[in-house]
């Protein structure tokens, strides 16, 4: 899977989680469980950013993405725990506060990785 695909993969899951947010039940199915979330290294990107952080650990740009993409995923299932358990406004406000922007600093710190990769 390439950079673009592991982009497009957490587009489509914050996709679902904004849906779900307002009240798209619907969408609950194509979420990860909680346990699944707050795991990082479960899906394609975490995969690969555990599997080369060994030899890209004091690549700076490489250290952003993992980071920001641990964060991604603990903001995604904080925002899911407070509206399971009622909170909507805080998970409505994790979800524009954190998931959002954070998500844009991924995509941001993944290409700019990947142009690395490619010069």
Known sequence: ???VDMVN???VLKQHLDAYLH???EHARHLPS???LRHDDHCALGQWLY???DVRQDDP??????HLHAEFHGAMA????????GDHSSALALFEETVAPVAVKVTRALAKLSLKEAA
Do not use: S
């Not at 740009?61 to 993992?66: I, Q």
């Open 1 to 3: 899977m390439g950079f």
């Open 9 to 11: 993969e957490h587009v």
């Open 23 to 25: 009240g798209g039940q």
């Open 34 to 36: 909680l346990d699944e």
């Open 51 to 53: 599997e080369n952080l």
């Open 61 to 66: 740009n490489f250290l952003n993405v993992l």
């Open 78 to 85: 904080d925002a899911i725990e407070c509206f399971t358990a």
